[in-house]
C-alpha cells in the first residue's frame, strides 16, 4: 500500500507563487512516476507535470516555464513550484503515482488540495 498526503495548498492573488507537496510512505520503491494532476470545478482532471525516477521531468503545456516539479528522494517527497500564477491555475491539485506490485501496477492518489489565484 502507498499514502500521498498532499500539502501547502492556498489562496494567492495572480502573479504569486505557492508551493505543494506531496509526501509519500508505504512501499514507494516500485512507484514511477510521481506526477501531479490538477481539476477545476466542472472540468476534467488534466495532468499537470510529472517527474520520472531518472529526473526526466514532463509539464502540461499550459503550465511550461512557471511550474517546476521536483523529488527529494530522502523525504520522499515530490514538490511543484507555481509561480506567476493565473486565475485559470484555480483547482484541487493531486499527488498520483504507479507502483508495480505482485506482476500488476497500481494507481495511488492524495485527497487533494485546493490552490485558488484570485484575479
Not at 511550474?67 to 491539485?93: C, H, R, W
Given at each position: 500500500?502507498?499514502?500521498?498526503?498532499?500539502?501547502g495548498?492556498?489562496?494567492?492573488?495572480a502573479?504569486?507563487s505557492?508551493r505543494v507537496?506531496?509526501?509519500?510512505?508505504g512501499?514507494?520503491?516500485?512507484?514511477?512516476?510521481?506526477?501531479?494532476?490538477?481539476?477545476a470545478?466542472g472540468?476534467?482532471?488534466?495532468l499537470v507535470?510529472?517527474?520520472?525516477?531518472?529526473?526526466?521531468?514532463?509539464?502540461?503545456?499550459?503550465?511550461?516555464?512557471?511550474?517546476?516539479?521536483?523529488?527529494?528522494n530522502?523525504?520522499?517527497?515530490?514538490?511543484?513550484q507555481m509561480?506567476?500564477?493565473?486565475p485559470?491555475?484555480t483547482?484541487?491539485?493531486?499527488c498520483?503515482?504507479?507502483?508495480l506490485?505482485?506482476?500488476?501496477w497500481?494507481?495511488?492518489w492524495?485527497?487533494?488540495?485546493?490552490?485558488?489565484?484570485s484575479?
Amino acid at each position: 500500500q502507498v499514502q500521498l498526503v498532499e500539502s501547502g495548498g492556498g489562496l494567492v492573488q495572480a502573479g504569486g507563487s505557492l508551493r505543494v507537496s506531496c509526501a509519500a510512505s508505504g512501499s514507494i520503491f516500485r512507484c514511477n512516476p510521481m506526477g501531479w494532476y490538477r481539476q477545476a470545478p466542472g472540468k476534467q482532471r488534466e495532468l499537470v507535470a510529472v517527474i520520472f525516477s531518472g529526473a526526466m521531468t514532463n509539464y502540461a503545456d499550459s503550465v511550461k516555464g512557471r511550474f517546476t516539479i521536483s523529488g527529494d528522494n530522502a523525504k520522499n517527497t515530490v514538490y511543484l513550484q507555481m509561480n506567476s500564477l493565473k486565475p485559470e491555475d484555480t483547482a484541487v491539485y493531486y499527488c498520483h503515482t504507479k507502483c508495480l506490485s505482485v506482476g500488476s501496477w497500481y494507481e495511488y492518489w492524495g485527497q487533494g488540495t485546493q490552490v485558488t489565484v484570485s484575479s
